[in-house]
């Protein structure tokens, strides 16, 4: 895929496997278990068509398991030239998104996976990529599981889901293996090589931080109303701050032209709406609140990629609706989607260029610590994992 600067994290990645293994080393010491095995097929890059991709591709470990190449703003396939029209989100914590509900006292809907929440849970997400003719592109589920079959670990894979786990005799088979290929992928996700909260916000506390940090971490629960959408206190899905409580809106983010012209579709993007079943234009532009932890490590912004950093975004919520604020002294694009834009909590915040720097510092204190090597049980010959 001519990824540039992958090297580098290659090398990270390497280097990082002579290191010791907190947690899921023990599990794969110990014994052989879905993570282990989930971990084993999230950097198989003979999972994809062109043998060139894996999950780990997209949602790399050092790049907060976002997309590492921020050549373009959003992710290209197993095949060469093909992209996706979304920009990669953070793997990490998205196992705490719960099973879809509509809030009726909010009014809104909240959890599932993806921008647009159209899997309901991390299994059923895991499935989708293997198949998109723009991620992995293979192309049935029997492929998949030929390819778990024909893998280093696929007697690790029997093992632990019984003898004819990797089994296509039948469409029952093959549907049933696939799913469990899906089950290993999502048990990974849940384990805390991916939801690591070790930030310094987690390990310092807020009033630890750099002064700059600590003043962005007050706009960010007050003045800027962040913490609205993104909550910096302990909510109803884990024991610590997720920094979103899984909800949609529509920022009024304007289309973003290089996505129009990688992807060839220069149709409007309604999100939410579009996936409801059935589609309900009371939702359309509205997307999912992403969790900011390792949000620094994941360039550009948005589900379009339209912020090449996190002071562009940050200016977006202070100045959208401020003539003449945007980059370059002109007003900003209007929104992808006129309706639904959420005007109540942004927009026009009345914060000072150095308020809005504090409240980018306050982002960099999101980092986790690098994660850990890659539990891999890897056999002479097959090579580390890279992206
Ligand atoms: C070519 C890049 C690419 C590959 C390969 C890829 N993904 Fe993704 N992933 C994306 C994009 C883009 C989205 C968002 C798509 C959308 O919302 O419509 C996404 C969404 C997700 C999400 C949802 C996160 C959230 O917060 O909603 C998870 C979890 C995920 N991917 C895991 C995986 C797994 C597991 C694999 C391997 C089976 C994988 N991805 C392969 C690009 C990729
Ligand atoms: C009304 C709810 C709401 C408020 C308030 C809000 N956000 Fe967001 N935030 C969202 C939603 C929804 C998205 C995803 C929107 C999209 O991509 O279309 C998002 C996306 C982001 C992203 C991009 C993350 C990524 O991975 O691409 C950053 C960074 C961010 N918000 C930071 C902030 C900051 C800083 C503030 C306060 C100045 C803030 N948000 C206030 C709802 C909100």
Redesign the pocket.
């Known amino acids: 895929m001519g990824k540039h600067g992958r090297y580098v994290l290659a090398a990270l990645v390497v280097l990082g496997l002579v290191l010791v293994l907190p947690g899921l080393a023990g599990a794969a010491k110990g014994g052989i278990n879905k993570p282990w095995l989930g971990a084993q097929i999230y950097f198989d890059k003979n999972l994809s068509i062109g043998g060139n991709q894996s999950c780990a591709s997209c949602h790399w470990p050092t790049a907060g398991f ?1 997309e590492p190449d921020t050549q373009y703003p959003v992710s290209e396939g197993s095949i060469d030239g093909l992209f996706g029209g979304r ?1 990669s ?2 793997a990490a914590y998205a196992a705490f998104s719960p099973l879809p509900f509509f809030d009726a006292k909010a009014g809104t809907w909240v959890g599932g996976q993806f ?1 647009d929440g159209r899997a309901p849970d991390l299994v059923t997400q895991a499935k989708g990529p293997f198949l998109n003719p723009v991620e992995m592109a293979m192309p049935d589920e029997e492929s998949v599981v030929n390819a778990v079959a024909d893998s280093y670990y696929a007697n690790d894979f029997r093992a632990v889901f019984g003898p004819s786990a990797l089994s296509t005799v039948t469409v029952v088979d093959t549907t049933a293996s696939y799913h469990n290929i899906a089950v290993a992928i999502a048990a990974f996700e849940s384990t805390g090589y991916f939801n690591r909260f070790s930030s310094d916000f987690d390990v310092l506390g807020p009033n630890k931080l750099t002064a700059q940090q600590q003043e962005g971490y007050k ?2 629960t007050g003045k ?7 909550p910096a206190k302990k909510g109803p899905y884990a024991a610590e701050p997720l920094f ?1 409580d899984f ?5 009024g ?1 304007p289309v973003n032209e290089e996505v129009h012209t990688l992807t060839g579709d220069h149709s409007v993007d309604r ?1 939410l709406g579009a996936a409801l079943v059935p589609p309900d234009p009371m939702h359309d ?8 932890r390792n ?1 620094a490590l ?1 360039p ?8 090449a950093t ?1 002071y562009d ?2 200016h977006f ?2 100045t959208r609706d401020v003539p003449g604020s945007a980059p370059g002294g002109g007003d900003w694009d209007p929104p992808e989607v006129t309706a639904n834009v ?1 005007t ?3 927009g026009d ?1 009345g ?1 000072t260029s150095a308020e809005e720097l504090a ?2 510092a ?2 960099e204190s999101l980092t986790d610590t690098p994660p850990p090597v890659p539990p891999m049980k890897r056999p002479v010959g097959v090579p580390a994992p890279t992206p």
């Open positions: 976002s920009s989100p953070s921008w706009l960010f800027a109303m962040c913490d609205l959408c993104h979103t909800s949609y809106d529509n920022l983010i999100g532009g509205k997307f999912q609140v992403p969790t900011l949000v994941s550009p912004y948005g589900h379009n990629g339209y912020f996190l975004i940050v919520y202070n959420n109540a909590e942004l915040l914060l409240i980018v306050f982002l």
